[in-house]
């Protein structure tokens, strides 16, 4: 995966849940406007192609093998799903496992949250983990 130049708002129009994705963008960008904001495509570690929209720039430190440039926060449209990447940490483990339980319906893996309509996700409790993740990450730009 690798930050691309394409206009975000235009691959938004382009995306087959573009209302769902943009309110989404939307909620994501009003909670922490001070992040960088970029489109990311190429092939995820599954084998994927993938296009993800980036919030805040890091270099994500790998367990095996060299850091990498990567996002705090990534945006996705999936075939039968929304995905969000929450890569922030806090006390030791990541803060989306923490939150699980008050997300609503949607299913977490350890920096990967997914659901198949924004309506099952508690937006409150989103908001409020994407603000802890910023506030986790001041580094992040």
Request: aromatic fraction near 8%.
């Amino acid at each position: 995966m690798r930050p691309v130049e394409d206009d975000v708002d235009a691959f938004l129009r382009t995306t087959h849940r573009a209302e769902e994705l943009t309110a989404l963008d939307a909620l994501i960008t009003a909670e922490v406007p001070q992040l960088s904001r970029v489109l990311w495509r190429g092939t995820m570690w599954g084998g994927t192609e993938q296009a993800i929209i980036g919030y805040g720039r890091m270099r994500q430190p790998r367990p095996r093998g060299a850091d990498v440039d990567w996002f705090l926060i990534g945006l996705a449209e999936q075939s039968k799903h929304l995905s969000v990447y929450l890569n922030a940490v806090e006390e030791g483990g990541y803060l989306l496992k923490q939150r699980a339980a008050r997300l609503g319906q949607v299913k977490v893996g350890a920096a990967a949250l997914t659901f198949t309509t924004l309506k099952n996700l508690n937006q409150s409790e989103f908001r409020s983990m994407i603000a802890r993740a910023a506030e986790l990450h001041p580094e992040v730009q």
